[in-house]
């Protein structure tokens, strides 16, 4: 995102990675720690520590890690850098949050005491209270210690509440950040500039001009081996709680004032507190709710959701298509349409925009007219797309069919895309929160949700099975005339 003002600049830190041995942490956070010290971002006095529960793990572990950090790694780096990077990652067992348990990290923590301490919880939220707790107890929290959350912050309303409530026993708002990876995507910030810093798009951004929206996040994976969290949790929960309801907050707010944290956050919140809540009357007509079942992709075949997880039932959605009201000025009769799932045809992610059609037609012999639309792409390829009604050349009236003008980010930018949580992680390091969601913003998005999932309890409603490797159920909810971007009818011609 761009910035208003120079970035600030990063303070000598120490790194405590809670859960410092988990998946997430030498999947991402390691890595994404690398990258930036390979790119000389990190080039101040700074500690690693990988806190973990039990040291017999200690070897496998750094196995692991050299192997994460070397296969993460798209460029060329020479085995000195890899070695003194992993020399920086300091191995600490505390087997529990007593005072106690605590002392070999409060000895390190104590030999720079001028160092920003950032504690990273890769855990299972109810272990944040205890861990924020014990440093505290410790005297290992002061004015510039930063404690970052990860997902899932609970599964309701109540649950993210007691949460921060147990957080904040330590921590104030301003030293909290919650992760949400999509905010560091690079097309996802793309966005903002796309939208405030172009005024041709700015000034058509309203329900005069766009006939609607589709936010698509599809992925062509499973659970893998995430099946018991997923489980209890489902499409909703996982990626329309926050990854869904992130991106149309960037689509739908008004301008900020500023782009500082608050000034960002305030207007997300505003979009999130005029979502239309759902009931047990439009869930039926704008919702439609999905669970895989075997398919193949490429001649493969792929089990169903119920053999991935091992059981014979569950009601858990693998799927999930929304038709959101933003009840504001601007957005008054514009649908959003939101729609994620696992097991889907490709992985594919994309906002579309869709213009409306020109005010009169001039060419009706032709026929009917598509509207424009805007296409940011967000993965696999990064790209914006703009699909304009073009002349077919050659003699004969007024032929013309959509074409796209189309911005290759990885053409026009010939470098290398930091990970979402490389960018994420420097943000942290700067102190600087707008990429990270505040409580209130994640509660007004739990009320949204969960009246979803309360308007699901009360119609009783089922899912709808879909083969794997498809694109789901999601027609259910479209309007007539509508389809979604993937369906090969889209950009069709006139
Ligand atoms: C995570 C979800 O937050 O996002 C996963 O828990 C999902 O279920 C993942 O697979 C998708 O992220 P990305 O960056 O691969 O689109």
Same mark, same amino acid.
């Given at each position: 995102?761009?910035?208003?003002?120079?970035?600030?600049?990063?303070?000598?830190?120490?790194?405590?990675?809670?859960?410092?041995?988990?998946?997430?942490?030498?999947?991402? %956070?390691?890595?994404?720690?690398?990258?930036?010290?390979?790119?000389?971002?990190?080039? =101040?006095?700074?500690?690693?520590y990988?806190?973990?529960?039990?040291?017999?793990?200690?070897?496998?572990?750094?196995?692991?890690?050299r192997?994460?950090?070397?296969?993460?790694?798209d460029?060329?780096?020479?085995?000195?850098?890899?070695?003194?990077?992993?020399?920086k990652?300091?191995?600490l067992?505390?087997?529990?949050?007593?005072?106690?348990?605590?002392?070999?990290?409060?000895?390190?923590?104590?030999?720079?005491?001028?160092?920003?301490?950032?504690?990273y919880?890769? #855990?299972?939220?109810?272990?944040?209270?205890?861990i924020?707790?014990?440093?505290?107890?410790?005297?290992?929290?002061?004015?510039?210690?930063?404690?970052?959350?990860?997902?899932?912050?609970?599964?309701?309303?109540a649950?993210s509440?007691?949460?921060?409530?147990t957080?904040?026993?330590?921590?104030?708002?301003?030293?909290?950040?919650?992760?949400?990876?999509?905010?560091?995507?690079? #097309?996802?910030q793309n966005?903002m500039?796309?939208?405030?810093?172009?005024?041709l798009?700015?000034?058509?951004?309203?329900?005069?001009?766009?006939e609607?929206?589709? %936010?698509? =996040?599809?992925?062509?994976?499973?659970?893998?081996?995430r099946g018991?969290?997923?489980?209890?949790?489902?499409?909703?929960?996982?990626?329309?709680?926050?990854?869904?309801?992130?991106?149309?907050?960037?689509?739908?707010?008004?301008?900020?004032?500023?782009?500082?944290?608050?000034?960002?956050?305030n207007?997300?919140l505003?979009?999130?507190?005029?979502?239309?809540?759902?009931?047990?009357?439009? =869930?039926?007509?704008?919702?439609?709710?999905?669970?895989?079942t075997?398919?193949?992709?490429?001649?493969?075949?792929?089990?169903?959701?119920?053999?991935?997880?091992?059981?014979?039932?569950?009601?858990?959605?693998?799927?999930?298509?929304?038709?959101?009201?933003?009840?504001?000025?601007?957005?008054?009769? #514009?649908?959003?349409?939101?729609?994620?799932?696992?097991?889907?045809?490709?992985?594919?992610?994309? %906002?579309v925009?869709?213009?409306?059609?020109?005010?009169?037609?001039v060419?009706h012999?032709?026929?009917d007219?598509?509207?424009?639309?805007?296409?940011?792409?967000?993965?696999?390829?990064?790209?914006?797309?703009?699909?304009?009604?073009?002349?077919?050349?050659g003699?004969g009236?007024?032929?013309?069919?959509?074409?796209?003008?189309?911005?290759?980010?990885?053409?026009?930018f010939?470098?290398r895309?930091?990970?979402?949580?490389?960018?994420l992680?420097?943000?942290?390091?700067?102190?600087?929160?707008?990429?990270?969601?505040?409580?209130?913003?994640?509660e007004?998005a739990?009320?949204?949700?969960?009246?979803?999932?309360?308007?699901?309890?009360?119609?009783?409603?089922?899912?709808?099975?879909?083969e794997?490797? #498809?694109?789901?159920?999601?027609?259910?909810?479209?309007?007539?005339?509508?389809?979604?971007?993937?369906?090969?009818?889209?950009?069709?011609?006139?």
């Open positions: 995102m761009a910035q208003t003002k120079k970035a600030p600049i990063i303070k000598p830190f120490n790194a405590v990675i809670f859960g410092g041995d988990g998946d997430l942490a030498v999947r991402k %956070i390691y890595p994404a720690l690398f990258h930036r010290f390979v790119d000389k971002q990190l080039n =101040v006095d700074f500690n690693i990988a806190i973990t529960r039990s040291n017999d793990k200690h070897v496998a572990f750094n196995e692991r890690l192997k994460f950090i070397t296969e993460s790694t460029y060329a780096v020479d085995q000195k850098t890899v070695e003194t990077f992993l020399k990652i300091i191995v067992t505390l087997p529990g949050h007593s005072i106690e348990d605590y002392q070999p990290l409060k000895i390190e923590l104590d030999k720079n005491p001028i160092f920003q301490n950032v504690y919880l890769s #855990t299972p939220s109810d272990a944040f209270g205890e924020g707790d014990a440093l505290n107890a410790c005297g290992l929290i002061n004015e510039s210690s930063k404690v970052v959350l990860e997902k899932p912050l609970g599964n309701s309303l649950s509440r007691h949460i921060h409530a957080i904040s026993r330590s921590f104030t708002e301003k030293q909290i950040y919650r992760i949400d990876h999509y905010l560091g995507k690079e #097309t996802v966005l500039v796309l939208r405030f810093a172009n005024h798009f700015e000034s058509a951004w309203n329900s005069e001009h766009i609607s929206i589709q %936010i698509t =996040v599809a992925e062509g994976l499973g659970v893998e081996k018991e969290y997923y489980d209890n949790s489902g499409a909703l929960l996982d990626m329309v709680q926050n990854h869904l309801l992130q991106l149309l907050c960037l689509v739908a707010m008004e301008p900020p004032a500023q782009l500082d944290a608050d000034s960002v956050r207007e997300k505003k979009v999130l507190k005029s979502l239309r809540l759902l009931d047990d009357k439009t =869930v039926l007509t704008d919702t439609a709710k999905g669970q895989y075997r398919g193949k992709v490429d001649g493969h075949s792929l089990n169903s959701y119920l053999e991935d997880i091992s059981k014979y039932e569950s009601s858990t959605e693998t799927f999930v298509a929304i038709k959101a009201h933003i009840d504001n000025w601007r957005w008054k009769n #514009t649908p959003f349409y939101l729609r994620t799932g696992k097991r889907m045809t490709k992985r594919y992610s994309e %906002i925009i869709n213009f409306k059609s020109v005010k009169h037609n060419f012999a032709q026929g007219i598509p509207g424009n639309k805007l296409i940011m792409r967000l993965q696999p390829e990064e790209r914006i797309e703009l699909v304009q009604m073009t002349k077919l050349p003699p009236g007024y032929r013309y069919r959509p074409i796209s003008l189309k911005l290759d980010y990885m053409d026009s010939n470098e895309f930091p990970e979402a949580y490389e960018r992680i420097v943000d942290i390091l700067r102190g600087e929160q707008t990429l990270f969601m505040r409580q209130d913003e994640l007004a739990w009320i949204w949700i969960e009246s979803v999932v309360n308007g699901w309890k009360k119609a009783n409603q089922k899912n709808i099975l879909y794997a490797g #498809t694109w789901g159920p999601g027609e259910q909810i479209m309007e007539e005339n509508h389809t979604w971007s993937t369906n090969p009818k889209f950009n069709e011609g006139v």
